[in-house]
Nanobody, 128 residues
Framework: QVQLVESGGGSVQAGGSLRLSCVAS????????MAWFRQAPGKEREGAAY????????AYSDSVKGRFTISQDDAENTLFLQMNSLKPEDTAMYYC?????????????????????WGQGTQVTVAS
């Protein structure tokens, strides 16, 4: 019954914008860290943005900082990733992820191992 479903991916021109959504069905949803990871062909999966649902504290990778914004609509169980000023190097499969927050910590971990629930991914392609 645990499920994360991403949507909103597509093809855009460089400099354009996309908004990704992740509808989450999770036990104790409000106790989770959530994140967006991405994986380009032949590359390792890397974290892009992180959101602590208890504190609303966010973190970003250097490559997306200032361009992407992660947010959550708790009432609708939805995580968002607003992606602006997109670059060709942002092209990747984007995955929504969730993991139980570590008690006493106010920021989410950046490692893959911190997340044990994953969506199926949504493709983002940025044309040069």
């Amino acid at each position: 019954q645990v499920q994360l479903v991403e949507s909103g991916g597509g093809s855009v021109q460089a400099g354009g914008s996309l908004r990704l959504s992740c509808v989450a069905s999770l036990p104790s949803y409000s106790d989770y860290c959530m994140a967006w990871f991405r994986q380009a062909p032949g590359k390792e999966r890397e974290g892009a943005a992180y959101f602590h649902v208890n504190t609303a504290r966010t973190a970003y990778s250097d490559s997306v900082k200032g361009r992407f914004t992660i947010s959550q609509d708790d009432a609708e169980n939805t995580l968002f990733l607003q992606m602006n000023s997109l670059k060709p190097e942002d092209t990747a499969m984007y995955y929504c992820a969730a993991g139980r927050a570590v008690w006493g910590r106010t920021v989410c971990g950046r490692r893959l191992e911190a997340y044990n629930h994953w969506g199926q991914g949504t493709q983002v392609t940025v044309a040069s």
